[in-house]
């Protein structure tokens, strides 16, 4: 029996990593054009872009897509505000607290949204945090819930761009130069983890757009979340649309993170010449 | 009185002593540095300084004031790391004003004196750079403008060339020195290269294990040190085991051949004495007041400059001897025996 040649053996090796990725490829773009497709087809034997078009004269779609909006703003906002600062005096002061702190900021993906938003319920429905009773109490509370819920996404994207700078020894020379803690935090540290936090922040804002379960619980059908599963339980070609538009506002914002992210490997790049 | 005073300074982490019994005292305009092995407390000390540590007992006085638990930022004192720890999001001269935009100076007077700042680094085309496009020895430049704008009281320097290669280290150790000079300013530097420190300072503290083994000028730590840690530690030496020591007469014998010396030292002799002498004490062939020694070269080492020869001289004892490298030098092969000599006052016991 003829042993094949390694020119043969290559060949088939390019032939099997070829086969891997057109299966790949298949798998996560065939639902994709079957769902566009779908969409498509609110006229029957024409191709049309009427779903598309219901959707966007549908005011509660931007009733609810602002709404979400602006809850994602101030989760970002928030989450930044509160781990920025956190990830930062771990670093320089209590290092060995490190693998504490994230193990805390994993929990949201172990805690299931469900128990959490029952437990947020049951704590501020009553004295003395009564937030449930009025709109503005009940969006403070979401907002709460969706920064515990894009902590694991936050920290991790922080204390990675801490890890990237010297964060010592630019405090240190920041304070050798006169500078007090506020110059320090926002003079130095926050514009140097620009492009994590922005990573964060995007994170956050994809996580919350889409999310239903706290958001169906404290607000009911004013999010965007609770609304998409509406459309999908009650109108068909809609629904799928919606899961396009939603599927292209995450690459979107996964797409801008990628683009900042570029910016600064091409800026490390520079100086290491 | 000094400008700056450091009284009976400690420093503990834990069960560790990391600086111990530490006593200086420096005059306004002086460049001290201190050099020892790492962990042997320098940069402690310098952070003690600065303000980043907080000494466990001791005070330290800058200009006649106790600022021993004075916050770092309000010490006006200068850093300079040998990270370089510029900001990254700032340009060569918003990293130089940084400190004087935190002072509240004026927009114009920040600008006058970063101008001032990059001329003195000659980095004047540099000014919108920023640090990830410049190199290390061009950065650390901008590192000490930074440190200098401020018109900082002291000037300190952790280890500033350490993470430049050899030739930049030359030329900014140069640089250092002359910027200095111009400013007059107070420095400390820290450093465990030998040659830096002897040929920047105006005095050297060589430390190790958190204390302080010698404080002279760079001639005197080098010709006389007073201990055997600063002797092998400062520069090249040959320690060698002897025996007939006769204390009154000034001898004794190395390898069983006869040896005469002059000093030992300011400090106790061991109980096991050991006669020092520097390789480049040495030279081939004898000499009137020459201690004479006759052996057999081992190795020969082509270290540029210099040509270093190991000679057994028997009983297992080797010797090195450092010969300046010129073309007229008539070099011993390996095996050759050879008589090598020192003047009697070039050696002393330890």
């Not at chain 1, 994170?203 to 999310?211: D, K, N, P, R, Y």
């Not at chain 1, 690459?251 to 100086?271: C, D, S, T, V, Y």
């Not at chain 2, 000037?155 to 930049?168: H, R, T, V, W």
């Not at chain 2, 430390?207 to 530690?233: C, K, L, W």
Request: hydrophobic share 45%; proline share 5%.
């Amino acid at each position: 029996m003829n042993t094949p040649t390694p020119r043969a053996k290559r060949h088939a090796q390019t032939l099997w990593s070829w086969f891997w990725i057109l299966a790949g490829v298949l798998y996560f773009v065939v639902p994709l054009i079957a769902t566009f497709d779908f969409s498509l087809r609110a006229k029957k034997d024409v191709l049309t872009f009427l779903a598309y078009e219901r959707i966007f004269t549908d005011a509660a779609f931007w009733r609810t897509f602002s709404f979400s909006l602006q809850m994602a703003f101030f989760a970002i906002v928030v989450s930044i505000l509160l781990v920025v600062p956190t990830a930062y005096w771990i670093r320089l002061k209590l290092p060995r607290l490190r693998p504490m702190v994230e193990f805390v900021s994993m929990l949201p993906f172990v805690v299931p949204a469900i128990v959490l938003v029952f437990g947020l319920i049951r704590v501020f429905s009553g004295p003395p945090f009564r937030l449930t009773n009025t709109f503005a109490g009940t969006n403070v509370l979401l907002v709460a819930g969706y920064v515990v819920l894009a902590l694991p996404y936050t920290y991790r994207a922080v204390d990675t761009g801490l890890g990237a700078i010297d964060v010592r020894t630019l405090t240190e020379a920041a304070q050798s130069l006169g500078a007090g803690w506020g110059t320090i935090m926002f003079k130095i540290i926050f514009p140097n983890l620009r492009v994590a936090i922005l990573s964060g922040a995007f994170l956050t804002l994809a996580t919350v757009i889409g999310e239903y379960t706290l958001a169906t619980f404290i607000v009911g059908n004013k999010a965007f979340g609770p609304y998409m599963s509406l459309i999908g339980q009650n109108r068909t070609y809609e629904s799928s649309s919606l899961a396009i538009i939603s599927f292209l506002l995450t690459w979107a914002f996964m797409g801008l993170i990628q683009i900042f992210n570029r910016g600064r490997a091409e800026g490390h790049l520079a100086g290491a010449r | 009185m000094s400008f700056l005073t450091l009284v009976d300074i400690s420093k503990t982490f834990g069960a560790t002593v990391a600086v111990a019994d530490f006593n200086l005292d420096i005059e306004k305009g002086e460049f001290v540095s201190f050099l020892g092995p790492s962990g042997c407390g320098k940069t402690t000390t310098l952070r003690m300084i600065a303000g980043f540590e907080l000494p466990t007992t001791g005070n330290i006085t800058l200009d006649g004031a106790d600022i021993t638990f004075q916050p770092s930022n309000q010490r006006n004192v200068g850093m300079v790391f040998q990270a370089y720890a510029l900001f990254p999001n700032m340009t060569v001269a918003q990293n130089i004003g940084f400190g004087l935009q935190v002072r509240k100076t004026p927009p114009a007077e920040v600008r006058r004196r970063v101008d001032e700042m990059l001329t003195l680094i000659h980095l004047e085309e540099f000014a919108s750079r920023y640090p990830y496009q410049m190199s290390g020895g061009q950065q650390q430049r901008v590192a000490l403008a930074r440190a200098l704008a401020i018109q900082p009281r002291v000037l300190l320097l952790d280890e500033p060339l350490s993470a430049l290669d050899a030739k930049i280290r030359v030329e900014l150790r140069l640089e250092i020195r002359r910027i200095q000079q111009t400013l007059g300013i107070t420095t400390v530097y820290v450093t465990h290269d030998q040659e830096e420190a002897l040929s920047l300072s105006d005095r050297v503290v060589v430390m190790s294990r958190g204390r302080m083994e010698q404080v002279g000028t760079p001639y005197e730590i080098y010709n006389y040190p007073t201990t055997e840690f600063v002797a092998s530690f400062v520069g090249q030496l040959n320690l060698l085991p002897i025996a007939n020591l006769d204390r009154d007469a000034r001898s004794c014998t190395l390898a069983g051949q006869p040896i005469r010396f002059e000093h030992s030292g300011d400090r106790p002799i061991s109980d096991t004495p050991r006669l020092a002498i520097r390789p480049e004490e040495f030279w081939l062939g004898d000499g009137q007041e020459r201690n004479l020694l006759r052996g057999r070269v081992e190795t020969l080492i082509f270290l540029g400059a210099i040509i270093r020869v190991r000679v057994d001289i028997g009983d297992g004892v080797l010797i090195s001897a450092d010969l300046f490298n010129a073309r007229s030098l008539n070099l011993p092969r390996v095996g050759d025996e050879v008589l090598v000599s020192f003047p009697v006052h070039a050696c002393w016991l330890i």
